[in-house]
């Protein structure tokens, strides 16, 4: 994926070291491989500027996978035959980034984009090594494509469930495109003069690139400090009793 001029030229001056960083990319397309993804272009942008200042990337499409739906960590053990949820959630622990792509239906993300939050969910409860819970000490963001209208109200939902699981959402973490009202081009879809929609939107690209810095300097500063303060955040410490200073009602 060819970067823009600015795009390229952030990326060469940069002082910045994220070589230690990881990210992971869920692309919620309802597409399988190997078909043609528009969520996966705008992807692309964001990851190869990731890429350029060497953090190590993978891009997964969850419709690829067995995910049973469910509310546990294995639904294999609730009567489900099969789910890849346990493998592709060692995935999200080794990320220091997780970006939800979503194309949009309806004015909604997509089917596999809220079962993937499902799931994200189910293993929500689990602690870190220092009684916090599990998504701590990383950073999300969303990617949104799509026709008409909805970038806004899907980057909503999706940025909102995010935090609520436990991940830090940086400055305008959602960046998106939609093509005009009624049927028409996609993101990436190719005109009649050889260019590519979208891809010339500045608004877009600007957006993106704005995201994706945001999220490598919020996840570095994390991981540089050692992650999220342990203090009057540990559900552990909470079970066992300590208040952090919130008040017993019992001595008011």
């Not at 005109?191 to 690139?209: I, K, L, P, S, Y």
Request: proline share 5%; aromatic share 8%.
């Amino acid at each position: 994926m060819a970067l823009t001029d600015k795009q390229q030229a952030l990326c060469d001056d940069s002082p910045h070291d994220y070589s230690g960083l990881r990210a992971l990319f869920l692309n919620c397309t309802l597409k399988p491989s190997p078909q043609s993804s528009h969520t996966r272009r705008l992807i692309d942008v964001s990851a190869e500027i990731m890429r350029e200042n060497d953090v190590h990337v993978d891009i997964v499409r969850p419709v690829d996978l067995d995910l049973a739906p469910g509310v546990y960590k294995d639904m294999t053990e609730h009567g489900a035959e099969a789910d890849d949820w346990p493998a592709l959630y060692e995935k999200v622990q080794a990320a220091h980034i997780l970006v939800l792509g979503s194309p949009i239906w309806l004015g909604e993300k997509s089917s596999v984009c809220q079962q993937v939050i499902e799931r994200l969910y189910a293993t929500s409860s689990e602690l870190n090594d220092r009684g916090q819970y599990a998504y701590y000490d990383r950073v999300g963001g969303c990617l949104i494509t799509g026709n008409e209208d909805g970038i806004k109200h899907c980057s909503m939902g999706i940025l909102y469930a995010l935090q609520h699981l436990g991940y830090v959402i940086p400055p305008q973490a959602d960046a998106g495109w939609i093509g005009e009202a009624g049927p028409g081009l996609s993101y990436g879809d190719e005109r009649n003069d050889g260019t590519h929609a979208g891809e010339d939107n500045d608004f877009t690209q600007r957006n993106t690139t704005f995201m994706t810095w945001n999220l490598m300097h919020m996840a570095h500063m994390i991981k540089q400090a050692g992650g999220i303060p342990a203090h009057g955040n540990q559900r552990s410490e909470w079970e066992a009793g300590c208040r952090f200073d919130h008040p017993n009602p019992e001595h008011r």
